[in-house]
């Protein structure tokens, strides 16, 4: 099965809004950065937070180590927060490979 | 600092063709990633390296596809004999640590 789940799949906000999407991974993970991919465009890093609470502008980001998840909150929205935000864990070790999940595509609308 | 960079942007070929995608990562990056992402998924690993060093390729079909990191700075993918299956972006990624900093990717349609 999928090792990194991300919910909702798709989200819908009017701008000014705020939005929670989830991650939840099914093994422990040493590393773990959200990423916002426009559409058709490349990966840029949002943050990265193995544990704890972390801020960066409108967006914050928690992740629950033992409880296998994280969050990303998105506050007062605006239309080009528009695209996809996946989440992803390095699964074993120090600088391996990342795990990706298969995205929220958030919508902002004016 | 410049990022990654990577080209072509965008190849198109007929199925039997190759095809090689070249990556310079941040200098400095003592790991390189190559990633396959295919439409409205997210990316998967292909191959890292750790300087010169395959560190994991097996993820990487490998009869058809190789990757080489001879200096332990720019990165080579190349596809022996595309198929439409491997229409995709390719990503390439680096890091010196945890955080990978990614390149904008080839986009690859096979006919």
């Known amino acids: 099965g999928q090792q990194v789940q991300q919910s909702p799949a798709s989200l819908v906000l009017q701008e000014g809004e705020n939005a929670e999407l989830q991650c939840n991974f099914s093994s422990t993970a040493t590393q773990l950065q959200w990423f916002y991919q426009s559409p058709g465009g490349s990966l840029v890093s949002l943050l990265s937070?193995?544990?704890g609470t972390k801020h960066t502008g409108r967006l914050t980001s928690t992740t629950v180590t033992k409880e296998r998840r994280s969050s990303l909150h998105i506050s007062s929205s605006q239309t080009t927060d528009s695209g996809t935000y996946l989440c992803?864990?390095?699964?074993?070790?120090?600088?391996?490979?990342?795990?990706f999940g298969l995205g929220t595509r958030v919508s902002v609308f004016p | 600092e410049a990022g990654v960079t990577q080209s072509p942007r965008y190849a198109v070929l007929q199925e039997g063709q190759a095809v090689s995608f070249w990556c310079d990562p941040i200098s400095g990056h003592d790991t390189l990633y190559w990633y396959q992402q295919p439409r409205d998924q997210g990316p998967q690993l292909l191959v890292y390296?750790?300087?010169?060093?395959?560190?994991?390729n097996s993820q990487l079909p490998s009869d058809r596809f190789s990757a080489v990191r001879p200096k332990g700075t720019n990165s080579t993918l190349k596809i022996q004999s595309a198929k439409q299956g491997d229409t995709a972006t390719y990503l390439c990624?680096?890091?010196?640590?945890?955080?990978?900093?990614f390149g904008p990717g080839t986009r690859l349609t096979v006919l």
């Open positions: 990624a680096s890091s010196l640590g945890y955080e990978q900093y």
């Open positions: 390296f750790r300087d010169e060093a395959v560190i994991d």
């Open positions: 937070n193995p544990s």
């Open positions: 992803a864990i390095d699964l074993n070790n120090y600088a391996q490979g990342l795990t």
